[in-house]
């Protein structure tokens, strides 16, 4: 029976994931560049709490929709499409 090995990359100094770190580098508050780490968790009016965006702000618990995430740093609320780095050249990160 054929067997599929999965290997994830990780860096050698902090033992993480090589994919979580590049996505972590891609997400910062639009107003004060706060970086969430991958344990940074947000609660729901339900009661769950997750990382944002692991679901791009769906709640695991009741499926609301989260269109603005509060930033743990500065306290302020925006959209959550703000938070993620596109790489484009009208980026406010660039």
Same mark, same amino acid.
């Given at each position: ?5 999965? =290997?994830? &990359? !990780? ?9 979580? @770190? ?14 969430? &780490?991958?344990?940074? @968790?947000?609660?729901?009016? %339900?009661?769950?709490?997750?990382? !944002? =965006? ?13 269109? &603005? !995430?509060?930033?743990?740093? %500065? ?5 959550? &499409? ?10 406010? =990160?660039?």
């Amino acid at each position: 029976m054929p067997r599929v090995l999965a =290997f994830q &990359e !990780t860096d050698r100094k902090t033992g993480s994931s090589i994919k979580d @770190r590049d996505r972590e580098s891609k997400i910062r508050c639009p107003r004060c560049r706060w970086r969430p &780490e991958r344990n940074s @968790r947000w609660s729901c009016l %339900c009661g769950h709490t997750w990382n !944002t =965006f692991d679901t791009h702000g769906v709640c695991p618990g009741c499926a609301v929709v989260w269109r &603005e !995430t509060a930033c743990h740093s %500065c306290h302020q609320w925006s959209p959550h &499409e703000d938070w993620y780095d596109r790489g484009g050249d009208d980026h406010p =990160f660039r």
